[in-house]
């Protein structure tokens, strides 16, 4: 992803941004509206969904390279329970080598 299209923290390596899925088109506007984080929208030309078999939800977390090296389903690990933010969070710090 081009820089300006991830939300990005200048204290950490961690970046974060969203793909609307292919058909879910008519809520991005809404995604939007409560969201700070850049949404992107995917498209039949590059199925990020399906190369990365996403499911509703995911958090897809990728290396330095965009390789897909983690997933976090937040519906079954909502971020309303502090212990599978504090989870996620140690995650992504992980992966980010933080």
Known sequence: MQKELVAANAATK????G?????SEGY???LCD??????????YDDHAWTQW???????VILDEENRKVAVYNLTEHSLSYPENYDE???LLL?????
Do not use: F, S
């Not at 961690?14 to 941004?17: D, V």
């Open 34 to 43: 409560v969201a700070d984080i850049p949404l992107l929208q995917d498209t």
């Open 53 to 59: 078999q996403v499911t509703y939800r995911d958090v």
């Open 88 to 90: 996620l969070m140690a």
């Open 14 to 17: 961690i970046r974060i941004g």
């Open 94 to 98: 992980d992966i980010a080598g933080e």
């Open 28 to 30: 991005a506007d809404a």
């Open 19 to 23: 793909i609307n899925q292919i058909g």
